[in-house]
């Protein structure tokens, strides 16, 4: 049996009960940590596996994106940036290949259709969020922008970086140092400080049997698929997810689409500390801001993820995936198991990571850890 650490506030007690079950079925060295916040307060925080404590930091992939969207709406919410302006009125460059009409908003509900490139980016490319600017700004659209919904896992947000560096002069990850993870001490990081690289742990990859390996494969989009672009296995050698985070260079620049380090209380109090407030400080987003990031823009499916696929504004729509949650709860996940939301009606911040790949990506304890946190912040 893993042992379980951590703490649970009264009447979350079931919430240790679902973690633990889910740490029983995984082998004990992968390990993971579960956080929560009600109303701002701190009621869940679990951790569990070899090698791993409350503090312990690892890859997040895409659940990088809500830090990065958070820059862009405390932009939007000064004034300094219109998700309704064409990016080339501040990159001129990216107005090429009947790109000049396609906005930031398009770009943040996944609608752009600049989801890679031709040829693909290499592993080193995909580290540094100017380079992928770079390779963009020339490349056509993969489907007339506003007609479809199709999700570019590392390369979408290097888009928004690029409009935030040209209009404020600083970059993304500069600003959500300096006005988010700084004045909150969040253990959530978009470039991972080499003074604290002995808390990261790496990422592992998923364990299956050869026959059920190999069925996975068997049906795998092709790498030139609209699949295989949006998820950068177009390039030679097709992206090894799995080494990607594990790479410094990935961590140390902490690329705006899925180069993030960080926890689960990091994931958790990130959304706390933006909707509700934390340690006395006010939330970081006025509510209509909230409201226009958390509304949805994409559904109906999306043409590289599946038919699940739907989005608010630079957030994953989360009241569609976890139908126990509001209408316009808002997070975003990440491709080795991270999870993270927050739900504004019923007060709720959720923050989930593992160290484990799924070989299919398929993490079914998200369903049911979001499910006992929500049944026990509901209950009284």
Known sequence: MTQIHGMVADGFEAVREEFAAVVAEEDGESGAQLAAYVQGRRVVDLWAGDGVAGDT????????????????????????????????????????????RITLRDVLSHRSGVIGVDGGLSAADLADDRVIARRLAGQRPYWRPGSACGYGGFVSFAIVGEVVRRVTGRTLQEIFEERIRAPHDLDMHLGLPAGLEDRYREILPGLASPEDLAAFWANVPGPHSITGIGYGLNSTPPLDQVAFLNTRRVRELGQASAGGVGGARGLAAMYAAAVFGLDGHAPLLEPD???????????????????????ALGFQAKGPRYPFLSANAFGHNGSAGAESFADPLQGLAFGYTRRRFSFNWSYPEHDRLAAAVHRAATAS
């Not at 992939?61 to 820059?71: F, Q």
């Not at 405390?74 to 290949?97: I, T």
């Not at 990031?293 to 599946?306: E, I, K, N």
Request: no cysteine.
């Open 289 to 311: 801001i909230v409201g226009e990031f958390a509304m949805l823009h994409s559904t109906g499916g999306d043409l590289v993820t599946g038919p699940q696929g739907h989005y």
């Open 57 to 100: 930091l690892t890859g997040v992939y895409s659940s990088t994106k809500g830090a990065a969207t958070l820059v862009a709406a405390l932009l939007v919410q000064d004034g300094s940036l219109d998700v309704d302006e064409p990016v080339a009125r501040h990159w001129p460059e990216f107005a090429a290949a009947g790109k000049e």
